[in-house]
C-alpha cells in the first residue's frame, strides 16, 4: 500500500480531532486492520476534510463506497486510489507527477473536488455527491454513500 507523507509534515491535532479519530478508529478496523494505519488514514482524513470544509465522517463514507479503503485500487472506469479520482483531474487541479495512489495526494484532490461541487450545487450532498461519481440526475450513488455515512461513520 502506498504511504502517507510523514507525520511530522502535519500540524497537531487538535483535541475535536483527537476525539473524532478515537471514535472513528474502531468502525475503521473492519476495513484496514493495521491500528499505524487507522491513525494515519483518520488523520490525513480530517484534515483533508476540514480544510476543504467538509464532513470528515462523510469522507469515510465516500471512501467505504468509492474503494473500500484500497489506495492501490482502480475502477474499470480508470479512476484511482481511496477516492477513486479521474486521472484528468490531474490537468485541471494539478501536476502531471502527481501519483494519484498516494493516499494523501487522493485525498487532497478528492476533497477539493467534493467540496467543489458542492458549492456548485448550493450545499445540496446528493447532486454534489452525484456529480462527484457522474451520475448527476440518479440517486443511487448518493443514497449509498449517504447509507454508508448513517450507518457506519456517525
Known sequence: MPTFEAASQAPQASAQQKRWERQM???LARFVPSADLHALILQRVYQEAS???LPPSLILALIEVES???ADAVS???AVGLMQIMPF???ELGLAADNLKDPARNLRYGCTILAHYLAVENGDFTRALARYNGS???T??????MHAWQ???R
Not at 140 to 145: A, G, K, N, S
Open 140 to 145: 443511487w450513488y448518493p443514497e449509498r454513500v
Open 151 to 153: 450507518q457506519h461513520w
Open 76 to 78: 474499470s472506469a480508470g
Open 68 to 70: 473500500a479503503f484500497e
Open 136 to 138: 448527476l440526475g440518479k
Open 89 to 91: 483531474w490531474l490537468e
Open 51 to 53: 480544510l476543504a470544509g
Open 25 to 27: 478508529g474502531p468502525k
